[in-house]
């Protein structure tokens, strides 16, 4: 009972994508995009099936953000990294097709679809339009746009800078939101109506944990 009750949350795929570019790893060398993106998308359709088979019938998925345009990978330049940001849109896709064909073959299968990837574009390139001033540096951080992993001075680069207000920013570190950008997140994955341009499954968060089994 509890099982079918519960809702799965899955937000994956950015290490993935992400830790080949920032370790220097030869990964992407073995793999063309596609291979890579479905292995990811293997790995996450198996773990549904499982969880699926033990009775889990409500599941939540928030897609990739736009990788390319994180502080931590975005160019000196100011450009996002291509590479990274291509297969964020061919995860995503992949995403998108999977929750298809599971709603197909799979009794009772509920799930929400957050697109965390438009969400976080539109605050990145319109901060002022969502209460933000900065959308692409870092609050906390060293380097071009703060994208040092550093904040806090407790890992191998020691120096940081910290803003003055969190609440200006969309991006409080390298890689993670400020309170207020995940509260904007959270608010709309929760009661977000179906329809709404970043709710792309049949429910939202709330909804889903309403509905009956």
Known sequence: MTISKAVYLFSIGSNDYMSPFLTNSTILKSYTDTKYVGMVIGNLTTVI??????????????????????PTIRN??????????????????????????????????????????????QRINHPSQFGFKEGKSACCGTGPFRGVFSCGGKRLVKQFELCENPNEYVFWDSIHLTEKAYRQLADQMWGGGVGHPHVLGPYNLMNLFQTET
């Open 49 to 70: 099936k499982e969880i699926y088979k033990l009775g889990g019938r409500k599941f939540a998925f928030i897609n990739v953000p736009p990788l390319g345009c994180l």
């Open 76 to 121: 000196s330049n100011g450009s996002c990294l291509k590479e990274t940001s291509l297969l964020s849109t061919l995860h995503n896709k992949a995403l998108s097709k999977l929750l298809r064909e599971l709603e197909e073959q799979l009794k009772g299968f509920k799930h929400s679809h957050f697109d965390l990837n438009s969400f976080l574009e």
